[in-house]
């Protein structure tokens, strides 16, 4: 096997060009996938998971353009790579699922014709051939009479199977990475739990390594091997589940803990953080938590902290921790 | 699929027989018919006998009714001035109308597709901007005054290209005659197309561009570039066949302006089709060559439009779908 491991993202930093001046929405993100390792990425909305996901694809949109920092996929540099090199790997060997299975299908083409391009923008093999991998992959998310769905169009089918429907497209080239950003949260509740299940089922039998962003730390928690938490751009919290979720070092990750909503008493008062995150134009200097930090000193407006190793494996950006 | 296409044949039939009131109404209250088939040698008594006759006195509903059922038989009533059946005179003039028409469509579809498309990828690119700087300009001059511009530029001053007339024709089969098979005749289309399309360009540009925009910026472009799709493939089978469905019901709706527009151009190039033919029909009071032009013009508009609006139901699989539940 060999070491190095999948990818490698170091100090990446994603801006926005905005009529007054760059806006940084993801500030200097590092951290490192194994093959076949499952990350987890939380936050609230804003911190930047999504643009974090696109990234990682070198595909953030305008008027956002990745600034600096690198992105080792497989031993390449994907922030310096050719555009068309770039195309051979997005779909083939980094799949990505979007959050709304019923804005992310095209309404206008079937579901077959959604899947067979998707294998032959990749491979040189026959029209026959690609639809009998995208039945084989429509099997695989449990969806019955695959031959008769590949010729319908997305509205024919209600959420949960267009989000199968996706999950069985990211599967089409045998991809070594998945990056699903809130694979669940547009979906029913009754529902998610069963999603959640097929994708998780599916990174282990195929092997593949997942990044699955939420804002749900419980959904995370059940998938993820690691969590990465990000706050205004930043990862404030990196480590593997059991610490991260079982021990946080960070506030605002202990804050996200107690306002998880299967921690409250019953009938008791929801342990929330106080305030929102700010916007990225109004992030503070020094630590971005800072201006909500129930334990914020004088040191933490001043300084940004470094992310360090702070508890067993897991490194934390806290001046406050030793 | 079925039901949808009874619901619109059935309106298309209700739209018809609107426009077939307008036209008896404005027989009715402007000509006289007795015009086309007396001189002025008929005495008054005889008129009035042959009024009774030809049951002009009969109920308005009634004589409706009659011409309804005449013009089902593709009589329209007689031409005063040429002194024959109206549906044949709009027929042996209907060839050079539909030519220029459908060489212009086919000049605004070539044309807008493309620009449509690039200045949606690139709007801040200066040839974009030039485009709609140009489409701008192109849809506020009136057309009679592009069509004059032309011929004062290409006809009259470099002499390239002939200012009127079909030229050279060719005779089809069902006497159809046709510009289209000789060089001259084409040549003769060149100018008039230009003015005519001069309308409709900026319009389907400025369309195609607006929907197109508004496509690019949706979740499942971005998601089509994360299969890796190639960006021809985004752009095109993901992207433009989005905006085709309200580009083809505008499309659909201007042809009427566009033939509306005939008038104009084909007087100012001589084009001798039904545009021409219509005005001096207003010029002669021929009441019943205008009706008939009205009616049928009304005919090829509805019929264009309904087939337009099936085609839709082909593109569009909600409209499929809800028509086949
Ligand atoms: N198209 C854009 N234009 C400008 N700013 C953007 C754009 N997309 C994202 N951002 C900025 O990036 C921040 C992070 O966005 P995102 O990654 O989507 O958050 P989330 O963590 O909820 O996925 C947003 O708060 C916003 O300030
Ligand atoms: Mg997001």
Partial sequence: ?322 | MFAFFIRRVTQAVFVMLVISLIGFTIKQSVGDPLREITGISVSAAERDALREKLGLNDPFLLQWGRFLARALQGDLGNSFYFKRPALQVILGKAPATLELVFSTSLLVVLLSIPIGIYAAVRPRAWLARFFMGVSIVGVSIPVFLTAILLIYVFSVGLGWLPSFGRGELVTLFGGWQSGYFTSDGLKHLILPSIALSSIMLPLFIRLIRAEMKEVLETDYIKYARAKGLKPGRVLLVHGFKNTLLPVITVGGVQLGTLIAFTILTETVFQWQGMGAMFIEAVDRADTSLIVAYLVFVGALFVTVNTVVDLVYGLVNPMIRIAGRR
Avoid: W
Avoid at chain 1, 170 to 186: H, V
Avoid at chain 1, 194 to 205: A, R, Y
Avoid at chain 1, 232 to 249: D, H, K, L, R, Y
């Fill in chain 1, 1 to 322: 096997m060999d070491r190095q491991p999948l990818l490698s993202v170091r100090d990446l930093e994603i801006r926005f060009r905005m009529r007054h001046g760059d806006l940084t929405a993801v500030n200097r993100v590092s951290f490192d996938l194994a093959r076949g390792d499952r990350l987890g990425i939380v936050g609230e909305s804003g911190a930047g998971k999504s643009v974090t996901g696109f990234g990682i694809l070198n595909l953030v949109s305008k008027p956002g353009y990745i600034a600096g920092g690198r992105l080792l996929f497989e031993g390449r540099e994907l922030t310096a790579l050719p555009e068309e090199d770039l195309r051979q790997i997005r779909g083939n060997r980094i799949s990505m699922i979007f959050q709304d299975p019923m804005m992310t299908l095209n309404p206008v083409l079937t579901i077959g014709t959604q899947m067979v391009e998707t294998i032959l923008a990749h491979r040189a093999i026959s029209r026959a051939e690609a639809t009998a991998i995208a039945l084989d992959r429509i099997r695989k998310v449990a969806i019955p009479s695959p031959q008769k769905r590949l010729q319908q169009y997305p509205h024919e089918f209600s959420g949960g199977m267009r989000q199968r429907i996706v999950i069985a497209i990211a599967l089409l080239n045998s991809p070594a990475l998945i990056i699903a950003d809130e694979p669940t949260t547009a979906l029913d509740v009754t529902i998610q739990a069963d999603i959640l299940e097929l994708l998780l089922g599916l990174c282990q039998s195929e092997k593949m390594g997942l990044i699955l962003i939420t804002h749900d730390l419980a959904v995370v928690s059940q998938v993820a091997e690691r969590i990465a938490v990000m706050y205004a751009g930043t990862i404030v919290e990196i480590g593997p589940t059991a610490q991260v979720a079982g021990n946080p070092q960070h506030p605002y990750t202990r804050g996200l803990l107690g306002a998880l909503p299967q921690r409250v008493p019953r009938g008791g008062r929801l342990n929330q953080i106080p305030g929102m995150m700010p916007t990225l134009t109004r992030v503070p200097e020094g630590c971005p938590f800072s201006n909500r930090c129930t334990l914020c000193e004088e040191v933490c407006r001043r300084r940004v902290p470094p992310l360090e190793p702070k508890a067993a494996g897991c490194l934390a950006a806290c001046h406050l921790l030793d």
